[in-house]
């Protein structure tokens, strides 16, 4: 796209500096420049050849690549050209150009934003304690609140504004100097005032001052930071910082969102609405048209009696359980009285309250102020962010009339009697036990080779669209007395809500239709409804199963679901309840080919082969890969919620272990008690739980630490365990629930049909792997050999006894034979130690590690007992204790001691930069073949002479070389082959020769200081006398401290390097050595000096245990943070 302007007429887009001719390509740049309306921005300064080029090969050099921008910006650039040497593709040079981009000032929001009272502070016992004080004086001495709920509401809100504090209404902003102090502050203003000086007089005094001043501030500064994150992190520690630390999770995943907040908002038409009034009015307009609006509906006919009878008063004890099941710290409603004032007025507040709710029964009237609600809408995490369809709106009621609500729920459940069929928020029911009851019935069709047609219905805005006839028409069907309709009426009667989004709050509208959500009362409301809708259409569990909403309705063919599906719609839609087409779906298990699909009012209904049942997905082939596969996705949904609290390198490993425990597993192991895994899912399991905790800890698998040590320092066992133990814990659940319960009924299902020939596929039955039934009583199985002698079969007996077929004949095969129903003793010789003898010897080696095999069977033959070196290892081995090498670690004697504990005080608070100042030097002896002791492999038969199962040996040269080196943090120095002896006159010569030229090379600071240990060569008389002629700064080092020079991990990655490439002689070892010597990255040596202060810090830690003397868990971790570099 060669072009050049010299008066061709394009004048108007181009300037005159092109390059070279005008091609076809060039003509079309020109053409598309000049029907928008835009300029060619490269043409326009006048450059070099050089740096107006673009592509340059083969000797071609023209220009190619170019800037337009709009005409009128054309002044807003001021300078444009090629970057040489840059190359953003081959042959092409990057075009920059600089432009000054005019900004608009963003208008601040005209919102004023709520201020609200500290209702959290009533947490503390003494602002609770001065608020009830004060309250009390308010009511002139009374400990009773006055009846009238007005004038108690408005005492208790002035009273907590005057106790509690009021927040400023201003969003709190995330700046980083919350940690500043009066001494911070004194200190910046000190430095402000030096630099003012200093440019009203610019003096080499006035600047020295300034520069002095400059430095003592900021490690003033830094001290002062260090500090509060110290004291922020040690409260985060501490149990009474767990709820700050969720809290800190929270608000750094927010931060982490580059959208935290969605101003702006699209309307019915797709439209985006920017303007503040306009969002405000397009959340009105969706919420008013979603809760005021009805389905089409068929009018009852029929009426229904009503049940009048005589309500007794609200008792004390409601209240009190009332008040008892509701939570503090939720959002406070319209009228801006927290539970938590409740619960911190004691029994003053239950006689209060039990007053207000009687008078609220009698009167069938509650205050107006409980009419109001605020509702927020919570985005669903799908879908377009913009869109109001894709949000849930959540009320925000008076905490005081959802205790009321609670009082009026425990009545309603006393009386009304929901189906077998409803488990949502029905007691002793949970989401497991459907997910459970529907698995176990897929796995006996699956199994029996029959097919079983499931549809999943979802209904449209189920509680939203509930009709306030139909609710109370089945409220008076179910027999609820009609004083508690008309208070529900009552409840429901001019209720109001406006909307609070991002923008402000919307205008306040009413509320006819459906139920309240986020209020106590209406998920039984809503259970109520479906129960006398499906009365007529419901089938018996597991046929017809419902959680709230969620209907599963299953059969034996296709034409019946079918059938029974359109029943439900008949049901369902004449009252008002409309079935989503989109989200309604079909589903079979065991299919045959052609077996089709299902029709609702002709429409095809979606055909799936997986479906996620309550948050849990099952499969159509009674698997289970998906779902293992959704709780990893939803394990790291977790954790990336809390990454800002578990990546965070200052929060310690069991802090980050417990909010993995609470907040990543258990998304994990949702509904995973009901399926049976195979090895290879809960290795995937585990190997997604193993990556979150090495990227909270920090640790990589170049860094070579094996899994336990992982699961040990977070404090996590393994994921497939708590699998296995939360199998068993629901398994033995189902089996102490009554024979009537679902999961009962669905494991003793027996149904007719043949599993197909092969292995049996994986189960969730406890004959495969979940556990061992209850064993049966001595009276049931000598009952079972009665009834056989009778004459009857083993299913008539197993269906009289309630025992399984299998376990009839079981015993009835064991009378036969043995002729008892006892338990007979285990096969094979008994132990040759008894339990207390295990006891014994367990806790002589507990107390003494060092205690010998020949010492424990010598004691054991004392008491009696004989038994062999095996049997006492296999005995300590179940014991979890197994036979090993001891560690070698530093004699540390009393002196070395304090002299390690002093050398750490005196550089604990040494900045890097000292460190990196520092030249580091030691020897170390390096095998040719490793090391030349015992070493075990894996081998064939017949195969010790192969190659790599052999140890190679060498005659002569001693099979290793002694080596002298150095570093500091910016690389390595000299590295010495030391060829003879080693002692203080060839020590003298090597660093003679070796320790200035490394540190010139190495361009060590002035003042630089070199260190190396108290080893008898090393402190000699000459070599003293010698670096004090130099003049050379020398580390004073504790002795026996080899765990603190860094250089030995140097040394561990230098051998472990070199054993890698296999040297055969002493010479190849030599030249192998220089070379990964020199490939020493600087990165490297920097990462391992930086720790030495690390190291300093921890062993100050450990004054408990030997005084600095580090553990083997602590010196693996350093090991760990070492090898990052």
């Not at 969003?171 to 630099?195: C, G, H, P």
């Not at 995943?253 to 920017?274: A, P």
């Not at 008078?359 to 919570?378: D, G």
């Not at 969730?764 to 009778?790: F, Y």
Request: net charge positive; aromatic share 8%; hydrophobic share 35%.
């Amino acid at each position: 796209m060669d072009m050049l302007v010299r008066g061709t007429g394009d004048e108007e887009v181009m300037g005159k500096f092109g390059v070279k001719e005008r091609n076809l390509e060039g003509q079309m740049v020109v053409d598309f420049a000049k029907r928008m309306d835009m300029g060619v921005v490269n043409t326009y300064f006048q450059k070099r050849e050089e740096h107006r080029v673009t592509y340059k090969s083969g000797g071609r050099r023209t220009q190619v690549d170019y800037i337009l921008c709009r005409r009128g910006n054309l002044k807003e650039i001021s300078d444009c050209k090629v970057v040489v040497g840059e190359s953003v593709a081959r042959q092409h040079r990057m075009v920059v150009c600089r432009m000054t981009l005019m900004v608009c000032k963003t208008k601040r929001s005209k919102i004023e934003r709520e201020k609200k009272t500290k209702w959290w502070k009533l947490k503390k016992e003494e602002c609770c304690e001065e608020f009830r004080k004060k309250l009390r004086q308010a009511l002139g001495g009374q400990v009773v609140l006055p009846d009238d709920w007005e004038t108690t509401a408005e005492v208790i809100r002035e009273t907590g504004r005057k106790v509690l504090g009021v927040s400023s209404g201003r969003r709190k902003e995330d700046k980083e100097t919350w940690w500043w102090n009066e001494e911070v502050q004194d200190s910046i203003q000190r430095k402000r005032l030096a630099k003012k000086k200093w440019d009203m007089d610019r003096t080499e005094e006035n600047r020295q001052e300034y520069k002095e001043i400059q430095r003592r501030v900021k490690r003033e500064v830094s001290k002062a930071k260090q500090k509060a994150y110290d004291e922020l992190y040690t409260r985060l520690d501490a149990r009474e910082g767990e709820k700050d630390l969720y809290r800190l999770a929270r608000q750094r995943d927010r931060d982490g969102k580059d959208v935290q907040q969605v101003r702006v908002i699209k309307d019915r038409d797709g439209r985006v609405l920017t303007s503040e009034e306009s969002v405000q009015r397009r959340w009105k307009e969706y919420f008013e048209e979603l809760m005021n609006e009805e389905n089409e509906r068929e009018k009852r006919v029929e009426g229904v009696n009503s049940v009048e009878q005589k309500v007794d008063k609200i008792r004390k004890d409601e209240v009190r359980k009332a008040l008892k099941r509701m939570k503090s710290g939720k959002a406070v409603g319209p009228d801006d009285i927290p539970v938590e004032v409740w619960k911190c007025l004691g029994e003053a507040a239950v006689e209060f309250l039990t007053s207000l709710f009687t008078r609220v029964l009698e009167s069938e009237r509650m205050p107006e102020e409980w009419r109001r609600s605020v509702l927020v809408p919570i985005f669903k995490n799908k879908g377009d962010v913009q869109s109001c369809s894709n949000y849930r709106g959540i009320k925000l009621m008076s905490h005081t009339m959802k205790l009321w609500e609670r009082v009026v729920e425990a009545r309603l459940r006393k009386v009304v009697e929901i189906c077998e069929q409803q488990y949502g928020f029905m007691p002793r029911k949970s989401t497991t036990d459907a997910i459970f009851a529907l698995r176990i019935l897929m796995e006996k069709y699956r199994d029996g080779q029959r097919e079983l047609h499931c549809v999943f219905v979802d209904l449209e805005k189920a509680y939203d669209r509930v009709p306030r006839e139909e609710l109370w028409y089945c409220m008076r069907k179910s027999g609820v007395a009609e004083k508690y309709v008309r208070v529900l009426q009552d409840m429901y009667e001019k209720s109001r809500t406006v909307v609070k989004c991002a923008v402000g709050q919307t205008e306040e509208f009413k509320v006819e239709v459906g139920l309240h959500q986020g209020s106590a009362l209406s998920p039984f409301l809503f259970a109520i409804v479906m129960d006398q809708l499906s009365e007529e259409v419901r089938q018996e569990s597991p046929c017809t199963m419902m959680f709230a909403d969620d209907i599963v309705i299953c059969s034996e063919s296709r034409e019946q679901v079918e059938e029974n599906l359109e029943r439900w719609r008949f049901a369902l839609e004449r009252r008002g309840m409309k079935v989503s087409r989109s989200k309604t779906e079909y589903m079979c298990v065991n299919e045959r080919e052609g077996s089709g699909t299902v029709r609702l009012q002709g429409e095809e209904v979606k055909k799936v082969q997986e479906f996620k049942y309550l948050g849990s997905t099952v499969q159509s082939n009674g698997e289970c890969g998906k779902e293992v596969k959704k709780r990893v996705q939803a394990g790291w949904n977790g954790w990336r919620k809390v990454s800002g609290v578990l990546c965070d390198r200052k929060i310690s490993a069991r802090i980050k272990g417990k909010v993995y425990r609470t907040v990543v597993r258990p998304a994990m192991l949702y509904g995973l008690e009901t399926v049976s895994l195979r090895k290879r899912q809960e290795a995937e399991l585990e190997v997604a739980k193993l990556k979150m905790l090495r990227f909270s800890l920090g640790v990589t698998r170049l860094d070579r630490i094996r899994n336990e040590y992982i699961r040990g320092t977070a404090h996590v066992g393994r994921l497939g365990d708590k699998v296995r133990e939360a199998r068993l814990r629901w398994f033995g659940h189902v089996q102490r629930r009554e024979s009537e319960y679902i999961g009962r009924r669905m494991l003793d299902m027996e149904l007719p049909g043949r599993r197909q020939r092969g292995r049996p596929k994986r189960s969730q039955t406890p004959n495969s792997t979940m556990a061992k039934t209850k064993e049966l009583s001595k009276d049931t199985r000598n009952k079972i050999v009665d009834l056989h002698q009778a004459g009857k079969t083993e299913s008539a007996i197993g269906k009289q006894l309630g025992v399984k077929k299998s376990t009839v004949g079981a015993i009835i095969r064991k009378w036969k034979t043995y002729k008892t129903t006892d338990n007979l003793p285990p096969s094979g010789a008994p132990r040759k130690i008894s339990p207390r003898g295990v006891k014994m010897i367990t806790r002589t080696v507990s107390k003494n590690p060092r205690t010998t095999w020949g010492d424990v069977v010598n004691d054991l033959q004392r008491a009696g007992t004989k038994v062999t070196k095996a049997t006492i290892s296999n005995t300590l081995c179940r014991q979890g204790l197994k036979s090993c090498s001891a560690r070698r670690v530093p004699l540390l004697k009393p002196v070395h001691v304090w002299a390690r504990l002093k050398f750490a005080r005196e550089h604990l608070d040494d900045p890097e930069e000292d460190w990196e100042n520092v030249l580091w030097s030691d020897e170390t002896k390096i095998e040719l073949f490793g090391k030349n002791s015992t070493c075990r492999v894996w081998r064939r038969k017949n195969a010790e002479l192969h190659p790599k199962n052999t140890i190679p040996t060498v005659k002569h040269g001693g099979g290793n070389i002694m080596l002298w080196g150095c570093f500091s943090a910016k690389g390595p120095g000299r590295l010495i082959r030391v060829k003879e002896r080693m002692n203080g006159a060839m020590y003298h010569e090597i660093l003679s020769k070796n320790l200035l030229p490394s540190a010139r090379a190495l361009k060590m600071k002035r003042g630089w200081v070199f260190q190396h240990d108290n080893d008898p060569k090393h402190t000699t008389r000459a070599t003293k006398e010698w670096l004090r002629k130099k003049h050379f700064k020398v580390l004073e080092w504790p002795s026996q401290s080899p765990d603190l020079n860094p250089i030995e991990n140097l040394w561990r990655e230098l051998k472990i390097r070199v054993a890698q490439r296999q040297p055969q002689n002493i010479t190849a070892l030599e030249e192998i050595c220089m070379e990964e010597w020199e490939q020493t990255t600087s990165n490297r040596s920097t990462g391992t000096v930086q720790l030495t202060a690390l190291v300093i810090h921890i062993g100050l830690l450990h004054q408990r245990y030997q005084l600095f003397q580090l553990s083997n868990v602590l010196l693996t971790w350093i090991q760990i943070q070492m090898a990052k570099y």
